[in-house]
């Protein structure tokens, strides 16, 4: 399976499919969140919080397997252009009425 793009430092997100590939014990009641560390800067801040928080090391092939974003980029909106357009000459307000 193909890593996809990066662009930011860390990659944060839902983790669907989360023990399909190996076991998970814990509770996913309120949802389970993926954290993709994608460079050294990413690292870097993740050390600072990891005694912060609970994490479970895991394969970036079962975290991009359950989540489609994680393997290519949404579709843009059939508005889209027309969004920008309108929120740039008459705001967020109009731009949201006039394109959702």
Not at 55 to 71: P, Y
Request: aromatic share 12%; charged share 30%; no cysteine.
């Amino acid at each position: 399976m193909p890593i996809p793009t990066v662009f930011g430092d860390l990659t944060i997100g839902d983790f669907w499919g989360l023990g399909e590939e190996v076991p998970f014990h814990g509770d996913t009641q309120n949802g389970i969140s993926v954290v993709l560390v994608n460079n050294e800067k990413g690292a870097k801040f993740f050390d600072k919080i990891k005694d912060k928080i609970f994490f479970e090391k895991r394969t970036v092939s079962e975290a991009i397997k359950g989540n489609g974003q994680l393997r290519h980029a949404s579709e843009k909106h059939q508005n889209y252009h027309k969004f920008l357009e309108i929120y740039s000459e008459r705001g967020l307000k109009e731009a949201l009425e006039k394109t959702l």
